[in-house]
């Protein structure tokens, strides 16, 4: 590999950042120089095992060849046209990714949160248009402890106070409830009713696993309610927990996805939202649109990181190492782990707040060779790319057992 010379060091290029760069971040103190598949190696030639995978953005590893020939290949025949022409790669793109989701129509976006909010706008058309709510009075259903995004619509039904916190004044037209409660979903829910926006598992909230039955009980009370059904899956989806969308673990279709992250196969910003054709086709010219959405590199590579999953790979290696990883974890409880909730390659550990924070032991973990990140308090998120081996995630969980064995 040529890499280019480095005249500065990690230790520069930290301190660099500090007056030049907006502080709405707080990395670990690792500069990350290249990669390849679950590995990364920083500005000096260290090495470190990527657990955390870009939020899942990367589940299929860094620079995955299959990933990088597309995108190189579309490099160098066309990049952007905007949608005031068609490209050649779109059709493909959408064809493909309806027929792996089981829906109908595609909207390609370009980040999660744009996905999020082209999602609201879709469901709230559809709410004045087919259900007939009267103009303006729209509401849109959505959980506590939810993350969809950064927007100032999206974090107005926010119910973390630092995301919500000096970015008043917020949009109207949300109702929060409590997640994995379908009695106070009931409740919420009524002829002004869009959707019913959720996450089917909440990762930020520290992968939250609702009760089985939970998913099942929202596709049929939203049914019965005669409002839509979003699912977002931007992070939760495309192969992380074992099955291509977390919806399948109760074999429930949504009526409208979101997708984002891992769609862009860790090489250029992708989202889309999917839905039912009544549903999505109450868009019409000039409604909506994105100038950089569904443009031909982010087809070409949406489309191979389709092709990726549709082979069902990926699907069964996050459900086959998800059992490692689960065994792993059931041998900490007790020894610094004092409770996780994993589903697939994706796991939230509780670590013994007497052994440090949730940023201390992820900062045990750097300067171990592992690379995670914490959510809330003392809890860590595990979530590899896709492609790690057995036993380098057994490694990374002897890493983890030495790092709190050692901690307080
Ligand atoms: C990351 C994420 C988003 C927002 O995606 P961005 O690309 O960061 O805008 C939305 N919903 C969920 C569930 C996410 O994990």
């Known amino acids: 590999m040529t890499a280019p010379a480095h005249a500065r060091t990690s230790a520069d290029l930290i301190r660099a950042e500090e007056p030049v760069l907006a502080h709405n971040y707080h990395p670990l103190p690792v500069v990350v120089a290249r990669a390849e598949g679950a590995w990364v190696e920083d500005v000096e030639g260290r090495r470190y095992l990527d657990m955390l995978a870009g939020y899942s953005a990367l589940n299929f590893g860094h620079r995955h060849p299959a990933l990088i020939q597309a995108a190189h290949d579309q490099l160098d025949r066309l990049t952007l046209t905007s949608r005031a022409f068609h490209n ?4 493909e793109f959408a064809e493909r990714l309806a027929a792996l989701t089981g829906l109908d129509m595609v909207l390609p976006m370009n980040t999660g949160a744009e996905a999020v909010e082209s999602g609201i706008k879709v469901a709230r058309k ?5 259900k007939g709510v009267p103009d303006g009075q729209a509401t849109i259903v959505v959980a506590a402890d939810n993350f969809h995004g950064r ?4 974090v107005s039904f926010s119910t973390d106070e ?13 109702r929060i409830v409590p997640y994995n409660d379908l009695a106070a979903l009931e409740e919420a829910v009524d002829e002004t009713t869009a959707a019913v926006l959720i996450e089917p598992i909440q990762g930020e909230a520290g992968v939250i696993i609702p009760d089985a039955g939970y998913l099942t009980g929202v596709r049929e009370l939203t049914r019965r309610k005669g409002c839509l059904f979003i699912a977002d899956e931007i992070q939760s989806g495309l192969g992380r927990t074992g099955r291509t969308l977390a919806v399948e673990h109760e074999s429930v279709v949504p009526d409208v996805l979101l997708l984002g992250k891992a769609l862009g196969g860790g090489i250029v910003p992708v989202s889309a939202v999917v839905a039912r054709r009544e549903v999505m086709g109450v868009l019409g010219p000039g409604e909506h649109g994105s100038t950089f959405g569904g443009n031909p590199l982010a087809a070409a590579v949406g489309t191979a990181v389709v092709e990726l999953l549709e082979t069902g790979e990926f699907q069964r290696r ?16 007790g020894h610094g782990v004092t409770g996780f909730r ?7 550990v509780d670590v013994d707040p007497a052994l440090g924070t949730g940023r201390e032991i992820s900062e045990r973990l750097m300067r171990e060779g592992i690379l995670v990140k914490d959510t809330h308090g003392s809890t860590i998120r595990l979530a590899p790319p896709l492609t790690v081996t057995a036993d380098e995630l057994r490694s990374a969980l002897g890493t983890l057992e030495k790092v709190l064995g050692q901690a307080g």
């Open 88 to 91: 050649d790669r779109l059709a």
């Open 126 to 130: 559809w709410a004045y248009d087919v």
């Open 151 to 154: 927007t100032t619509t999206i």
């Open 162 to 174: 630092s995301a919500r916190a000096g970015f008043g004044p917020f949009t109207p037209g949300f």
């Open 318 to 333: 996050a459900d086959e190492l998800g059992l490692v990883l689960r065994e792993g974890l059931e041998a900490l409880r």
């Open 342 to 348: 994993a589903r697939g390659l994706w796991a939230g």
